[in-house]
């Protein structure tokens, strides 16, 4: 696997400032053979020199700030320079441009089935930058394109993964887990990218609704669920209030209740503590029994 190696071209503003008056004397041997045809030999110097600047001219090259040049000489990868500014290598040298910036977008909606078998729609946005410019430049073709894609069939196995909801707190689901689940959205798609020299920085889910077709239907399953779910947690806080009830009246002595007594005392409770209406109490004004 190609690996990145730094390079440090030398600076070319020296290269430059030598390269300019040498051409500026060729020309003027090229000149001054010109206006005396027996002096050949200036015109053919001038000429030569003039060409040797042209061809070391070419060797310049200019870094922009967040940006990496990637040499090869004759096809064979010999570098990466990386320092901005004005740079001089070989004239044999090409050179290609990586850029070293933070690239951020966002995937188109998909259309994928989660945990439950539910068509769910769902895009996501991923920030990632180029951390090695050779994987990027010969590993893969247009590395920009292979993390676009490679995003989005990430994102299709999450979906996958986990349900839309979950009204059960211990268990993971795309829309009540986000933070958890963008950090493992963020680690598959770097398992995916890695190849082409890719660091991905940042992944979440920018959009999540249940497919159009059964949104309408999925919505009246999550609101009974949703109800099914409080009326659970509900009675259990019930029962626990009438349990310590009875308890603190049995260890207080405040009043003594038989088997028939203690169950009516206990449907009470639980109608004023499980109803989903406020109670209207009834003063009975004869005796216990």
């Not at 015109?43 to 310049?60: D, E, N, P, Q």
């Not at 998909?110 to 996501?124: F, H, M």
């Not at 909801?165 to 009540?176: I, M």
């Not at 019930?238 to 028939?260: F, K, P, T, W």
Request: aromatic share 6%; glycine share 6%; net charge neutral.
């Amino acid at each position: 696997m190609i690996r990145e190696i730094a390079r440090r071209p030398p600076a070319g503003i020296p290269v430059l400032f030598l390269l300019v008056p040498a051409a500026l004397g060729f020309l003027a041997l090229l000149v001054a053979g010109a206006q005396y045809p027996q002096r050949l030999a200036l015109v053919v110097l001038g000429a030569l020199g003039i060409g040797a600047c042209a061809f070391l001219a070419k060797g310049l090259f200019v870094v922009n700030p967040n940006e990496a040049k990637v040499l090869q000489l004759f096809g064979q990868y010999v570098g990466s320079a990386r320092e901005p500014g004005l740079r001089w290598a070989s004239p044999f040298y090409t050179n290609r441009k990586v850029s070293l910036r933070v690239v951020s977008f966002e995937s188109g909606k998909l259309k994928v089935n989660d945990l439950d078998g539910n068509p769910v729609e769902i895009a996501a946005i991923v920030a990632w930058k180029v951390v090695d410019t050779a994987q990027a430049a010969f590993q893969v073709d247009q590395y920009g394109d292979y993390v676009r894609v490679q995003s989005e069939s990430a994102l299709r196995v999450l979906a996958s993964r986990y349900p839309y909801d979950a009204h059960d707190d211990e268990k993971t689901s795309l829309r009540g887990s986000t933070a958890l689940v963008a950090e493992q959205l963020q680690k598959e798609v770097q398992e995916r990218v890695r190849l082409a020299g890719v660091e991905v920085l940042e992944a979440r889910i920018s959009h999540l609704a249940y497919a159009p077709e059964i949104a309408q239907a999925m919505l009246q399953r999550q609101q009974a669920a949703a109800i099914i779910a409080a009326r659970t947690r509900i009675v259990e806080g019930a029962v626990g209030m009438v349990e310590m009830a009875l308890e603190r009246l049995v260890n207080s002595g405040v009043v003594q209740l038989d088997e028939e007594r203690k169950a009516a005392m206990v449907s009470n409770l639980l109608v004023v503590l499980a109803g989903d209406r406020a109670a209207h109490p009834v003063i009975n004004a004869g005796t216990l029994y």
